[in-house]
């Protein structure tokens, strides 16, 4: 070998050597930025082993659902964000309309994600489910007694049922629900027989609602599963018990927390390794660990609290028409004097 050769071989090594190098560091500070419509302390276990497994630094931001959208449409390319996260199927679907979000094309996540719980253009996938059943007061009414969302509209519950602000998302949602399955004008009619059947005002959150029912303001009332889970942790000896609702026709109303891509993120595909991997058994785990909920990989069992109150069947309609419906569900709920 020459002079010139050989010196252009070292300098190549070199230069390949200090490429490595130079990568390494890229490679250990890689961080990935997530709005965050869930607090802090139930994201940030995932996170934290995402992190221990691939060194991936994550910097979650966390605010209401709205607020962080807004934020993503103000900031455009210039937004620092690679993935949001939001609670309920009519957020992420009002995050797609709004143009924030990119569609992938992941086999991983088709997988992990049954359909129904995952957007059809595939701008978002549900991450973890929630059902919003009946709870009642076990002094009062028995579960014999109960049915359907549906049936609490009926005459033999007035006076007797409490509900949350027609405010939240949640019962938006499930308004919308009974419009696709129903149709606006018999889901009218439910929602009409609701307001007759109040025992009081509706409530600011659920877990207000269930201390109502708990303390006999009311025999009845439509909860999250998560928010019985929670208080019923605290104060395990209050007299409230768990009804699956529409068992005979179309199941439980479930929803979702889920995300998806920002269009903007400057870190796609690192992103989507980041939403594979929260769709996985290992994070699914720890998702239904930390809030009751259960996990949406039909691969992966709920926890050990979630088991105990009972399988249940949930409603075989995709999600999406909790978005798609729910502007047509909040003027149906008003009409109705829903408030």
Known sequence: MSRPQALRRTLGAVALALCVLSAEPALANEKLVVYSARIEALVKPMFDAYT????????AVTDKEGALVERLKAEGTNTPADLLITTDAG??????????????????????????????????????VRARTLFFNTNMAKAAELSSYEDLAQPAWRGKLCLRSSKKVYNQSLVAMLIS??????????????????????????TRMLEAVAAGQCAVGIANTYYYGRLMEKKPDLPLGLFWANQSTGGVHINVTGAGLTRHGKQPAAAQKLLEWLASPRAQNLFADVNFESPVNPAVAPSAAVQAWGSFKASPLNVVEAGRLQATAVRLMDRAGYR
Not at 52 to 59: A, L, S, Y
């Open 91 to 128: 957020n992420l679907w009002q995050a797609a309309q709004d143009g924030v979000l990119r569609p992938i094309d992941s086999p991983a996540l088709a997988a992990a994600v049954p359909a129904n719980l995952r957007d059809p253009d595939q701008q978002w996938f549900g991450l973890t």
């Open 181 to 206: 399955e129903h149709g606006e004008a018999r889901a009218e009619e439910i929602v009409r027989g609701w307001v007759a059947n109040l025992a009081t005002e509706p409530f600011a959150d659920d």
């Open 52 to 59: 221990k497994e691939t060194g991936v630094e994550i910097q």
